[in-house]
């Protein structure tokens, strides 16, 4: 029986057939040293817990990892770069906002990982188009102060008609807290009088992301 390397099963099968070391193989291309391909990307795995606190990992703490170097710790930067900005373009490339997917899968991936509560919103125009994505505050592990006379100027700086709000909570518990529904009743109110739509505020934690809206809570 043929046994066939994460290269050749990814040619014959299709990349969705490879598993995360297989995957991590593929982008990895060698070794180090006398450790194989493969065994190095399931020490690597096992070294950050999974996928996502490898990807999420920064620089220095990539470098440091025996058989990496600076020039596979560059790929994996990129790769998780390259999905967000794919996602990005996938929200801004002119056309309105029609996957709900799309957004909350944007949201979670330039927000889910920071150490701190970040708040952001994307700001949209009549045909909610994308026009801007901008994280306008950055708080404690505990929360972040959100004043929404700043996200009214920057929704009339950048002449939008709507906007969608994200933040996420650190600790992976994305429910929606009394204090995330009251500051979103003020923004929403505020917006208002600028006759800017208030769409949604989601809540970005391990999981889904949770709506809002979606709740009945704007």
């Known amino acids: 029986m043929i046994e066939f390397g994460p290269r050749e099963k990814l040619a ?7 598993s995360d070391v297989e995957l991590l193989a593929v982008l990895l291309g060698t ?7 493969y065994e190095l990307a399931a020490q690597l795995l096992r070294e950050f817990g999974g996928l996502r606190g490898l990807l999420q990992a920064g620089g220095a703490d990539l470098v440091r990892q025996h058989g990496l170097g600076p020039a596979k710790s560059a790929k994996l930067q990129a790769v998780l770069e390259l999905s967000r900005r794919y996602l990005k373009e996938a929200l801004v490339r002119g056309n309105p906002i029609e996957s709900p997917e799309i957004t909350e899968q944007y949201l979670k991936s330039v927000l889910r990982d920071h150490p701190h509560e970040v708040f952001a919103c994307l700001f949209l125009d009549t045909r909610h188009r994308v026009i801007a994505f901008e994280e306008l505050f950055h708080g404690t592990i505990d929360g972040a102060t959100v004043y929404p006379r700043v996200v009214a100027e920057k929704a009339l700086r950048h002449g939008a008609a709507a906007l969608i709000a994200a933040h996420n909570h650190p600790s992976g518990v994305s429910e929606p807290s009394l204090a995330d529904q009251a500051i979103t009743r003020r923004l929403k109110e ?3 009088l600028l006759d800017i739509r208030l769409l949604d505020h989601f809540v970005i934690g391990d999981g889904r992301p949770v709506s809002m809206a979606a709740r009945g809570m704007i």
Do not use: C, D, F, H
Not at 12 to 18: H, I, K, N, R, Y
């Open 12 to 18: 014959s099968q299709g990349v969705t057939a490879l």
């Open 31 to 37: 070794g180090a040293g006398r450790v194989p391909v």
């Open 190 to 192: 505020a917006l208002a």
